[in-house]
C-alpha cells in the first residue's frame, strides 16, 4: 500500500455510512488541519469510495483543500469494507485515557499558551480532565495558577471559559 495524493472530486462518499458529522465537529476537524496539517490519510476503496475519512473529506472541501492524502484498500472484500467503515470509528471511542497524564498534559499545553479550543474538549469536559474542581473551579492539584484566569473565567492566555468564577 502507498500513499496517493487524489483529487478531492474523485473521491466517493460512502452513502450508507453510519458516521455522522455536524456542522461543529467539521469546524473541529477544520481547524485541526489548519493548525496541524492534513495528517491522516483518507481511506478509500479500489473505485475512490470513502472508507474511512468522511469528516476528513468535508473539513478539506471547507478549507478550499483540493487534494488530499489517500491510501487504497483494494484487497478487502465488499463485506470487508463495509465492516472497516465501522469498526474504524468504534474502536476509537472505544479507547480511555490515562487520567493524570491527559491532565499534566493538558496543563503543560495552556502553561505554554497552546489553543485548547484545538483539542476537542467540551469545556466543561476540558475544565474537568485539567484537574480543575467543578464546584470551586480551583485547581485539585495546585499546578494551574488561579491568578491565570480573570473575573469573568475566562483564560488570557488562550481563551479557555468556564460556566463560574475562579
Not at 469545556?123 to 485539585?140: F, N
Amino acid at each position: 500500500m502507498k500513499i496517493e495524493n487524489l483529487s478531492i472530486d474523485k473521491l466517493i462518499p460512502y452513502a450508507l455510512n453510519s458516521r455522522t458529522h455536524d456542522a461543529a465537529q467539521v469546524a473541529q476537524i477544520a481547524a485541526s488541519i489548519r493548525e496541524f496539517g492534513f495528517t491522516n490519510p483518507v481511506l478509500i476503496d479500489a473505485q475512490g469510495g470513502i472508507i474511512a475519512g468522511h469528516g476528513r473529506v468535508l473539513a478539506a472541501r471547507q478549507l478550499g483543500i483540493t487534494t488530499i492524502a489517500c491510501l487504497r484498500l483494494s484487497h478487502l472484500s465488499d463485506m470487508q469494507r463495509r465492516a472497516y467503515v465501522i469498526v474504524d470509528n468504534k474502536l476509537a471511542i472505544n479507547a480511555g485515557w490515562d487520567a493524570q497524564l491527559l491532565e499534566s498534559e493538558l496543563q503543560g499545553l495552556h502553561a505554554g499558551e497552546f489553543d485548547m479550543g484545538l483539542l476537542g474538549f467540551e469545556p466543561v469536559e476540558l475544565q474537568a480532565a485539567m484537574g480543575i474542581d467543578m464546584d470551586t473551579h480551583q485547581s485539585r492539584t495546585k499546578e494551574i495558577d488561579p491568578e491565570g484566569f480573570d473575573m469573568d473565567c475566562k483564560c488570557p492566555k488562550c481563551g479557555f471559559e468556564f460556566d463560574a468564577k475562579t
